[in-house]
């Protein structure tokens, strides 16, 4: 059975055009007798943006989970995201739904016995990657704390606070104050908590 295949094709920016990913990657399916379903394109989009600023990328996902084709082929790892996190992410819903990943720059083809391998291996660094990102974080708030740094939001002045106390008087809830105002509904939220209770 012909191998169903959609192609992913994504540019940063505007003055630059898919049509190289397109033609490399439809020779390639070409040569390996894949037929192509459906091509997915986030034209001048950069790659550091999520799924939700991606069009493109969200509807393939979708399809991913309707299971509407076997592979994704893609020009090169940095199409699909920024980060190994990002990478591992996607390759895990794939990998959930049995779609397989081919990465055209990297030779990377994860229906394969060495592309399972590596995609194993992507794991491991995808945790190292999360790990030393968590010791950064952590190791730069205890800096700032030692340092005399107040963490957390920044309090809003006290005329901010006495207009939502009044609001609150008058009937407004959270939200509305929150819209009112022009604030998080977590400040309002706040400064209800930090109104003396009457004794």
Do not use: C
């Amino acid at each position: 059975m012909q191998k169903r295949v959609a192609i992913y094709l994504r540019v940063s920016t505007s003055k630059q055009d898919t049509e190289n990913q397109l033609h490399e990657l439809s020779a390639v399916a070409d040569r390996s007798g894949w037929d192509i379903w459906k091509i997915y394109e986030d034209a001048g989009i950069s790659g550091a943006k999520g799924r939700d600023k991606r069009p493109g990328l969200d509807a393939m996902m979708k399809a991913v989970n309707a299971k509407q084709f076997d592979l994704v082929a893609t020009w090169s790892v940095d199409r699909l995201g920024r980060s190994l996190t990002d990478l591992l992410g996607i390759l895990q819903e794939l990998k959930e739904k049995g779609v397989d990943l081919f990465l055209h720059q990297q030779g990377l083809d994860t229906s394969t016995t060495a592309g399972k391998a590596m995609f194993q291996m992507l794991g491991v660094f995808a945790e190292f990657e999360r790990g030393i990102i968590r010791e950064r974080v952590k190791a730069g708030l205890a800096r700032a704390r030692a340092n005399g740094t107040k963490l957390g939001r920044r309090r809003v002045g006290q005329a901010v606070e006495a207009q939502i106390l009044e609001l609150k008087a008058k009937g407004d809830g959270i939200l509305k104050i929150g819209q009112k105002l022009g604030i998080g509904t977590s400040v309002v939220q706040r400064v209800f908590k930090q109104e003396p209770r009457p004794s």
